[in-house]
T-cell receptor, first 115, second 115 residues
Framework: DTGVSQDPRHKITKRGQNVTFRCDPI?????LYWYRQTLGQGPEFLTY????????KSRLLSDRFSAERPKGSFSTLEIQRTEQGDSAMYLC?????????????FGPGTRLTVL | GENVEQHPSTLSVQEGDSAVIKCTYS??????FPWYKQELGKRPQLIID?????GEKKDQRIAVTLNKTAKHFSLHITETQPEDSAVYFC??????????????FGKGTHLIIQP
């Protein structure tokens, strides 16, 4: 599968625990995005990387949220001290700046449930 | 920041009829407007997009129109089929593909095709 992949697909955790999600973008896509989607809503933009540089992080929901893309390939999103309100689908997307359409391709998402 | 409003939230049409979904945006600097289709439990997938330098774009049964003066854009699906049933999201950004602003999504329209 050459599309965007995310791991794990589902995560159940207890309130207060830390969780980390991984996203593998389409090979050679230099742009990577993280979004959060709650039930009945559209995806909400969280943060953006161009190669390894995080160019926008002010939309991260709180200082408990952080993201990295150390080598400009895969990315991780970490949530510390999880709260029940963090329960949502976390989507990753990638795009190619040089691509014709600049389309963002989405991964299948990681569904987080905080008990 | 950008705000995207989408209507209606639910749309039920008879198979073979046309469906129209409308969105408005607030940031006059936005110039890229994609539409995504999301089936239940699946990832969002781009179905069509339009940039601000054109007023209309068609792809088989799907068309999008853009009125920059009024800051609204619409999705038109003709000859609807059962497989068109899904949630449709409009989005907007200042840079084609999203850039550091990401995409701002509407809340979605649940399209139901009645047999």
């Amino acid at each position: 599968d050459t599309g965007v992949s995310q791991d794990p697909r589902h995560k159940i955790t207890k309130r207060g625990q830390n969780v980390t999600f991984r996203c593998d973008p389409i090979s050679e896509h230099n742009r990577l995005y993280w979004y959060r989607q709650t039930l009945g809503q559209g995806p909400e933009f969280l943060t953006y990387f161009q190669n390894e540089a995080q160019l926008e992080k002010s939309r991260l929901l709180s200082d408990r949220f952080s993201a990295e893309r150390p080598k400009g390939s895969f990315s991780t999103l970490e949530i510390q001290r999880t709260e029940q309100g963090d329960s949502a689908m976390y989507l990753c997307a990638s795009s190619d700046r040089l691509g014709h359409h600049n389309e963002q391709f989405f991964g299948p998402g990681t569904r987080l449930t905080v008990l | 920041g950008e705000n995207v409003e989408q209507h209606p939230s639910t749309l039920s049409v008879q198979e073979g009829d046309s469906a129209v979904i409308k969105c408005t945006y607030s940031d006059s600097a936005s110039n890229y407007f994609p539409w995504y289709k999301q089936e239940l439990g699946k990832r969002p997938q781009l179905i069509i997009d339009i940039r601000s330098n054109v007023g209309e774009k068609k792809d088989q049964r799907i068309a999008v129109t853009l009125n920059k003066t009024a800051k609204h854009f619409s999705l038109h699906i003709t000859e609807t089929q059962p497989e068109d049933s899904a949630v449709y999201f409009c989005a907007a950004s200042r840079i084609p593909g999203g850039g550091a602003d990401g995409l701002t999504f509407g809340k979605g329209t649940h399209l139901i095709i009645q047999p």
